[in-house]
């Protein structure tokens, strides 16, 4: 699977409530979100990350994907769910069958290309005792997913899901290192890496992102760091690692998409 280095995450289609986003905004309508998913597909995103925990994520993009569905990766989650704003978490067999089926109806499509358990923070439990990543195994062998793993929250079940699945979603960004560990081991079992929260959920942006300064002017970002805007610095930091397959960026603002590849292509 060839996924572009920045992915599209998509909370900010589905859902607006009970969120750590630094700042309140508005779900894009429907011409928006087509206009954004239009933008990142001509300037080569590929892969685009959601979850039934997303609000209506899943069921928009079912519909604004339809007749490009064979342009796009579609990675999506089993074990949390969100209503009534609030989170809950499941991780049985039957729930992981069920919640996976109704994504393929939801995403309108017959085989979906990455499903990740959504991890509550009891990674090491979930993996141990509840089978999940068994069913999704099963679901591989049926044809219904191409490849599966776990958005992990701790360095011992990033560990475990690296030994047990194809990919693993963990958090690395600027101040915050803690599961580069997972990435390590990722790189040397050959499995896929996807990062989340790369931009600490916005608060990592410095303000102004959307203007990027050049740092390759020069034509030496690498040995340039110092004067690189946190997002440019991010990018480069988090794809120099060679584990790393792509970093899952949450944005419904053009000018951000923009910005954001250009920095990415910049320094990868
Ligand atoms: N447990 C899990 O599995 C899990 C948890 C968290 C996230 N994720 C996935 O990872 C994705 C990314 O995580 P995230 O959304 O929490 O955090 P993130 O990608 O670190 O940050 C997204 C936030 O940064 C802002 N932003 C993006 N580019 C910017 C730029 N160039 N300048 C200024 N602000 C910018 C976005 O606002 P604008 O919309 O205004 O651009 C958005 O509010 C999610 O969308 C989701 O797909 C998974």
Redesign the pocket.
């Known amino acids: 699977m060839e996924v572009s280095v920045l992915g599209l995450?998509?909370?900010?289609l589905g859902r607006n409530e009970a969120l750590k986003?630094p700042q309140a905004?508005t779900i894009p309508t429907d011409q928006e979100a087509q206009a954004l998913l239009s933008l990142a597909r001509s300037r080569g995103i590929n892969l685009i990350?959601t979850?039934p925990a997303y609000g209506n994520s899943e069921e928009r993009l079912g519909k604004l994907l339809k007749g490009q569905r064979k342009h796009w990766l579609i990675c999506t989650?089993v074990g949390e769910e969100f209503n009534r704003g609030q989170s809950s978490y499941h991780f049985d067999p039957e729930h992981t069958r069920a919640s996976l089926e109704r994504s393929l109806r939801r995403l309108n499509t017959d085989i979906l290309d990455i499903v990740?358990v959504?991890?509550d923070g009891n990674d090491e439990a979930i993996i141990k005792d509840y089978g999940t990543l068994d069913v999704l195994a099963e679901m591989k062998q049926e044809g219904k997913i191409r490849s599966f793993g776990m958005?992990t929250k701790t360095v011992t079940g990033g560990l475990l899901a690296a030994e047990q699945c194809d990919v693993v979603?963990m958090t690395w960004?600027l101040s915050y290192h803690d599961e580069v560990p997972v990435i390590d081991r990722c790189l040397e079992l050959n499995k896929g890496v996807l990062i989340?929260?790369?931009?600490?959920?916005?608060r990592a942006?410095g303000g102004n992102?959307?203007s990027h300064t050049s740092g390759s002017a020069s034509g030496n970002v690498s040995s340039n760091n110092a004067s690189l805007d946190p997002?440019t610095e991010t990018f480069e930091t988090l794809l120099a690692h060679r584990g790393v397959s792509s970093i899952?960026?949450?944005?419904?603002?053009p000018a951000?998409i923009r910005?954001?590849i250009e920095a990415a292509l910049l320094v990868s």
Not at 196 to 202: F, I, Q, R
Not at 248 to 253: L, M
């Open positions: 995450g998509t909370v900010k986003y905004f990350d979850a989650k990740l959504h991890s958005s979603m960004n989340k929260k790369a931009l600490a959920s916005g942006t992102a959307s997002v899952i960026v949450g944005s419904i603002n951000h910005s954001n």
